[in-house]
Structure formats: structure tokens, C-alpha cells
């Protein structure tokens, strides 16, 4: 396994698509900070499955909402692994309902723990990230943010807002080597899409749903040398839902 | 710490600091502009973390804007630290 210098940031890295991406990233060779808000046991549940498989996981709770939130977990994950020089923004909520009944709470909570949060830590990773001249920030949106899906307008703001912010934060950071590039998950079986599939299954080509290791397998690719050249895109990951 | 900041230490940490990042030993100096040190705005932003982080001295984006020299900048941070 390649020993890393630095250390990889894994926020919703306890479930679903974050634990996924955190096994891939883990068996790349980095070590990798595993922030979760409340499953503790599912946290650390994926870190005894990277130590079992030989690699290096740290668990961090923290609500990425919180506006103090990414300077404790950068804190806590370089005194444990090193320098942050992979941040995966992952973590995020659903607060569904028709625009008209959308109250205030459901819209400001998606859009913070989805969009703002993802800005501060990636305003924080930079820091590490120019010192080191190196540096991959993937952010993890929606076909959602692309197209539209009743019922979601807040989920569908901020991850339009990931991928607009993505483009434009790649092109401020790309002379320094840091990529910043986002991934957009079709239906993807994890618990945040459980009792939705079934619907959808015969509206998406491949008939069926993604699996987290699918989409963890286009973040590795993202994190890893080779992709070196990729910055600003949105990589679709949804077995040709929208193509 | 700031008691012991003098202006003479902040250009050298400066001066030390942009040559890291690229500018050309022989032409940094107090009055050289940042585009004859060939320096950007991502290098004025990471100067900009170095000072905060050694001097606890915040550099705004704002103030970047009136910051037009090295000395300009050893300036504020000593004015700012003390």
C-alpha cells in the first residue's frame, strides 16, 4: 500500500456513500478522518473495517452545520493523521416537501448542512492544501442539482450551489495543483433513497439502482494522480438516468 | 507575542515567505510590487495565511486591495500586531 503524507476527510462518513468512499480511499493508502454527527457505532464501525483490511481510519463527530465545525475537525484529524490534502464533502440532509409548503427550517437546514457546510471546510482544506501544493476536494452533489425533481427545491439549490461552487473554486486553486471536482449520485441505495427505488428502478437505463461503492469508485478516481488533469467537472454517476 | 514583533523581523519572515513561493531572491525587497516579484493573488492569499498564522494579524481580502508593495504589508502587520 503507498504511504501517504497527508490524510483524507471523510464528512457522512459513517453510512452509505461516505463509508463507501472512506474503504476506497483508506485502501488508496490514506489515512482517513471519518466525521459523522450521530452514529457513532456505524463510525466506527467502518474505521474497524479499514483497520481490518490494513489501512487507517480516525472517527470525528462533529454537525458540519455547526459554523465552528471545520476548524475542530481539521484540528482533530491533523493531530491524529497529518495534514488534510483530501476532503471529501459528503454529508448531507433531506428536508423534502412542495415549494409552497416548504417552511424556512427545512430550506435553511439543506442548504446549510449541504452547501455552506461543504464551503467552509473546503475554505479550510485550502490552507493545508496550498501549503502542500497539493490537494482534491470532491464534492459530492446530485443529478438533483441537474435536473429538476419535484419536491426538492431546497436539496436541488444547494447541490446546483455545489457544482457551481466547485467550478469556480477549481479555477481559483488549479496553478497550485489542488483539483476541486464534484460527483453527482443518481439513485443510489442507501438509507437516505430507502422506499424511493422501487418507483424509479424502470426509469433508469441500467434498472436498477447504484450501489455506494459505485460512486466511492469515481471518488477514488477523482482523489487519485491520475486524475491529475480533472478539475471543475461534475462527474454523473447514475447509470443513465439523465443522459 | 506581539510584543516583540518589530518591523525589521516581519520583512524578513515576508521577504522569506515570497520566495517560497516563487518570487526571485535577488529582486524581493521592501518597495518591489507584486507584479515585479511575479506574484499572484493565490501567493497574496497564502502570505496572507502566514501572517495570521505566526502573527495573529488577519489580512482581509478588502485590505489586499490597498496592499500594493512588501512594504506595505510589513507595514500593516506591524501596526496590526502592536
Known sequence: MVTREGCAIVTGGSRGIGAATARALAADGWPVAI????????????????????????????????????????????????????????????????????????????????????????????????????????????IVGLQANPGQSNYAAAKAGLVGMTKTVAAEVARRNITVNAVAPGFIATDMTEGLLEAMAERIPVRRAGTPEEVAACIRFLVSEEASYVTGATLVVDGGLTA | MSATVTAEQVEARVLEALVTFGADADVVSRDATWEQLEVDSLDLVELAQVVEDEYSVEITSQDMQHLLTVGHVVDMVVERAA
Open chain 1, 35 to 142: 466525521v459523522y454527527r450521530a452514529d457513532a457505532d456505524a463510525a466506527q464501525a467502518t474505521c474497524d473495517a479499514i483497520a481490518a483490511a490494513g489501512g487507517r481510519a480516525w472517527p470525528i463527530q462533529a454537525d458540519v452545520s455547526d459554523a465552528t465545525a471545520a476548524d475542530a475537525i481539521f484540528e482533530a484529524a491533523e493531530a491524529e493523521l497529518g495534514p488534510a490534502l483530501v476532503l471529501v464533502n459528503n454529508a448531507g440532509v433531506r428536508a423534502d416537501g412542495l415549494a409552497p409548503q416548504l417552511s424556512d427550517d427545512d430550506w435553511a437546514t439543506v442548504i446549510d448542512t449541504n452547501l455552506t457546510a461543504a464551503f467552509r471546510l473546503t475554505r479550510r482544506a485550502l490552507k493545508p492544501m496550498l501549503r502542500a501544493r497539493f490537494g482534491r476536494i470532491v464534492n459530492v452533489a446530485s
